[in-house]
């Protein structure tokens, strides 16, 4: 049984586009995250979200919009995509601030 | 401002020739430190959860410490099936975890 999904696992589209990530996790954790990973490989966090409240925004522009319809879904809406967007993104989950797990990612890639 | 460094960027052995990875934090206040391996293509994969200083957690091969500024990964005869990146993060006691840039590790045959 997969712990954390995301679909799709790759995305291409055209810049002003906008689009939507899917994440699930049936591991019934509170707490879920959306990373982005970029061609460096550096993870950073963008979205925490508690028990479907929203704890951290960090300093994402207002295009990214997650949404959080219960616990186990938190999903990610992107609009007027532009090329800087095109990167890894991972949706993550855990229990309180414990071991997060992660999922398979969503290669975004803007033309 | 909080920091998590990683070192060194890649880290290139033959099988069986121990080594460590290094991870230093500079934060406000440690909750934990964590130890993730990513492989091509995939997701990060826990590894290790550390505390507080002198605590050490092992598995198979690796062996990871803490003190109050640093953590290594101690990895022991490696064989190429450890070849991935290793991911240092640290949360501060909110719902953020701050990554490292992570180690590639190469294990040569």
């Known amino acids: 049984d997969t712990a954390v999904s995301q679909t799709p696992k790759y995305l291409v589209t055209q810049m002003g586009n906008d689009k939507s990530i899917k994440c699930e996790q049936n591991l019934g954790h509170d707490t879920m995250y959306w990373y982005k990973q970029d061609s460096k490989k550096f993870l950073k966090i963008m979205f925490s979200?508690?028990?479907?409240?929203?704890?951290i925004n960090e300093t994402v522009p207002n295009r990214f919009s997650p949404k959080s319809p219960d616990k186990a879904h938190l999903n990610l809406h992107i609009n007027s995509l532009e090329l800087g967007d095109s990167a890894v993104y991972f949706c993550?989950?855990?229990?309180?601030?414990?071991?997060?797990?992660f999922g398979p990612g969503t290669r975004l890639t803007v033309l | 401002e909080d920091q998590v460094t990683q070192s060194p960027e890649a880290l290139r052995l033959q099988e069986g020739e121990s080594s460590s990875l290094n991870c230093s934090y500079t934060v406000s206040g440690l909750r934990g430190l964590f130890w993730y391996r990513q492989d091509p293509g995939k997701g990060p994969e826990f590894l290790f959860t550390l505390y507080s200083a002198g605590e050490e957690k092992e598995k198979e091969r690796l062996k990871a410490t803490l003190t109050k500024k640093e953590s290594f990964l101690h990895i022991t005869a490696p064989k190429p099936e450890d070849s991935a990146t290793y991911l240092c993060?640290?949360?501060?006691?909110?719902?953020?975890?701050?990554f490292g840039a992570g180690t590639r590790l190469f294990v040569k045959a």
């Open positions: 993060a640290v949360n501060t006691g909110g719902f953020k975890t701050i």
């Open positions: 993550a989950s855990s229990q309180d601030l414990d071991k997060q797990f």
């Open positions: 979200y508690n028990n479907k409240e929203l704890i």
